[in-house]
């Protein structure tokens, strides 16, 4: 799977699509460059001079070289050459440092426990199918009172893309379905940015919130905020069935902010079955910030 969607990605970021390149011009103000990457200010309080950041996932935009504008100390790590390119090339451009790693977010044995104050990890998380794995890993990277902020899929409005009957949302599969959402006989997997068109039928995973949370507790982490919201306003004239209409009614996407204990928690107190993902996932493309 994930060499599967790999050459998705690499075909997306070939054809230039949605999320393979830097959107945009950031302001030059340090207070700008945070509102630029953090519009919604879940990083609030939170230090980056001097941080060690990891972007997981983070190929094809700003992101990364914000940070290290920053002054953090940055990483960044995707399954894509060519999300990985875009961003060298950005960070040569824009004189800073940045450490490229390529690999599968499932496994992040390439760094030491504790090497990372903030892990920043964007709509990327559906396309693994072992959530809980990912986030044990991002726990045990992270430093104690280290941050954790990811985005996803909302699980239940990714289940409806494309389910409208005329009368309605029927969703094709229950929420408890952990296959990918949907299956890719399913999909006509047509990526849209402007007039350019590409088929690139990326597996995608609904990862459900009790997976998301408890995975993260796995990995000894406290969860401190979770947000559900949709990317803009919502469109006066959006189709009726229409993915934009969707949105305007469910949100898009959740957050999920995590902070690493200081300890390790008991084992007891763990919710039963924590740490074991695998859950269905996204017919829809990520489609905005
Ligand atoms: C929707 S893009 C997100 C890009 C960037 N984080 C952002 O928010 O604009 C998803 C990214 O996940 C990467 N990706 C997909 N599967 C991956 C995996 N198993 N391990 C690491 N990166 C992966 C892709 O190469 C792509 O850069």
């Not at 945009?24 to 200010?41: E, L, N, Q, S």
């Not at 985005?151 to 296959?179: A, C, I, Q, V």
């Not at 469910?250 to 084992?267: H, N, W």
Request: with cysteine.
């Amino acid at each position: 799977m994930a060499k599967h969607n790999l050459q998705m990605w690499e075909r997306l970021a070939a054809a230039g699509m949605n999320y393979t390149r830097p959107f945009g011009r950031p302001p030059k103000t340090k207070v700008g460059m945070r509102r630029f990457m953090d519009p919604r200010h879940r990083l609030k309080g939170v230090r980056l001079d001097g941080a060690r950041v990891l972007g997981l996932a983070a190929g094809g935009g700003w992101d990364p070289v914000i940070f290290a504008k920053l002054g953090a100390t940055t990483t960044l790590f995707d399954i894509s050459p060519r999300q990985l390119r875009t961003v060298r090339e950005l960070a040569r451009k824009q004189r800073v440092a940045i450490r490229f790693v390529r690999g599968n977010m499932k496994d992040l044995s390439i760094f030491p426990d504790a090497s990372f104050d903030l892990v920043w990890h964007c709509h990327s998380l559906v396309f693994v199918d072992d959530a809980g794995r990912v986030l044990r890993e991002v726990g045990r990277v992270l430093a104690p009172g280290g941050t954790y902020l990811m985005s996803t899929m909302h699980p239940t409005t990714l289940r409806l893309y494309g389910s409208y009957t005329g009368n309605g949302w029927r969703p094709k599969r229950s929420y408890f379905d952990e296959r990918p959402v949907p299956l890719i006989s399913e999909w006509d997997a047509t990526w849209t940015y402007g007039r350019k068109q590409v088929v690139a039928p990326t597996i995608e995973y609904g990862h459900r919130f009790e997976t998301i949370i408890n995975g993260m507790v796995a990995g000894g982490m406290v969860v401190d905020g979770v947000w559900e919201f949709s990317p803009g306003p919502p469109e006066p004239g959006a189709e009726l069935g229409s993915d934009a209409h969707l949105d305007t009614i469910f949100p898009a996407f959740i957050e999920v902010r995590g902070r690493k204990l200081p300890f390790q928690p008991d084992r007891r107190d763990r919710p039963k079955g924590a740490g074991h993902a695998g859950v269905p996932g996204g017919s829809g493309r990520p489609r905005a910030r």
